[in-house]
T-cell receptor, first 115, second 115 residues
Framework: AQSVSQHNHHVILSEAASLELGCNYS??????LFWYVQYPGQHLQLLLKYFSGDPLVKGIKGFEAEFIKSKFSFNLRKPSVQWSDTAEYFCAVNAGYNQGGKLIFGQGTELSVKP | EAGVAQSPRYKIIEKRQSVAFWCNPI?????LYWYQQILGQGPKLLIQFQNNGVVDDSQLPKDRFSAERLKGVDSTLKIQPAKLEDSAVYLCASSLLLAGTDTQYFGPGTRLTVL
C-alpha cells in the first residue's frame, strides 16, 4: 500500500533558525507531491507542489522543497523561520495517473517557533 | 472568491446515533473530496466525486457511511450509526479538475465527537 512518512512529529526552533522537514513516500511510479500547511485556527492550505520539471520548487512565504526521486523524498526547507511559521505541516502524495486527485497524507509535523 | 463551506463546525453525539455533514465547494469546481482526520494523523480520503459521480469510495466504510452529491454541487456525508472511533475532523475539499496535479482547497472541517 502507498504510504507517506514524515520523520518528525514536533519540531521546536528559535526565530531565524533554518528548517528542514523530512518526507518520504513509498511508490515507484510517477508521483505528484504536495506540502500543505495548517496555521492555528485556519484551513489546510497549499504551500507548494511538484509534478514535473525542476525538482527544486519554491512556494509561498519563502518555503522550498526538493524532490529526490532516488530517495523517494520531498523535504521542505526554509532558511530562516519566523514566529508566524508556527503551524502543522503535511506532506501529501498523489500516486499514479489513474488515481485521479486522491492524496495520501503523512501524519503531519507540528512546528513551534519561539520568538 | 468564496472558499469551501462546511457545516456544522462542531457536533457531539452519542454512539449509535446518526449525523450528517454538509459541504459546498468552490463555485465551478467539478471534483469534491471528503477526508477523515483522526487526532494525530493526516487526512485520509473517504470518497471523491467528479460532478455527481463517485470516482473512488474504496476507503469509505459503507456499512455505516454514505455520501451523495446529487446535483454535482454541494454534498452530504452521513454516518449511521456512529461509533466511538468515528470521532475525528471531517474535511471537505474541492478542485477544479480531476487531476493529480490539481490543487485541492480545503474547508474548515467539522469536528465530530462521539460519546
Amino acid at each position: 500500500a502507498q504510504s507517506v512518512s514524515q520523520h518528525n512529529h514536533h519540531v521546536i526552533l528559535s526565530e531565524a533558525a533554518s528548517l528542514e522537514l523530512g518526507c518520504n513516500y513509498s511508490y515507484g511510479g510517477t508521483v505528484n507531491l504536495f506540502w500543505y500547511v495548517q496555521y492555528p485556527g485556519q484551513h489546510l492550505q497549499l504551500l507548494l507542489k511538484y509534478f514535473s520539471g525542476d525538482p527544486l520548487v519554491k512556494g509561498i512565504k519563502g518555503f522550498e522543497a526538493e524532490f529526490i526521486k532516488s530517495k523517494f523524498s520531498f523535504n521542505l526547507r526554509k532558511p530562516s523561520v519566523q514566529w508566524s511559521d508556527t503551524a502543522e505541516y503535511f506532506c501529501a502524495v498523489n500516486a499514479g495517473y489513474n488515481q485521479g486527485g486522491k492524496l495520501i497524507f503523512g501524519q503531519g509535523t507540528e512546528l513551534s517557533v519561539k520568538p | 472568491e468564496a472558499g469551501v463551506a462546511q457545516s456544522p463546525r462542531y457536533k457531539i453525539i452519542e454512539k449509535r446515533q446518526s449525523v450528517a455533514f454538509w459541504c459546498n465547494p468552490i463555485s465551478g469546481h467539478a471534483t469534491l473530496y471528503w477526508y477523515q482526520q483522526i487526532l494525530g494523523q493526516g487526512p485520509k480520503l473517504l470518497i471523491q466525486f467528479q460532478n455527481n459521480g463517485v470516482v473512488d469510495d474504496s476507503q469509505l466504510p459503507k456499512d455505516r457511511f454514505s455520501a451523495e452529491r446529487l446535483k454535482g454541487v454541494d454534498s452530504t456525508l452521513k454516518i449511521q450509526p456512529a461509533k466511538l472511533e468515528d470521532s475525528a475532523v471531517y474535511l471537505c475539499a474541492s478542485s477544479l479538475l480531476l487531476a493529480g496535479t490539481d490543487t485541492q482547497y480545503f474547508g474548515p472541517g467539522t469536528r465530530l465527537t462521539v460519546l
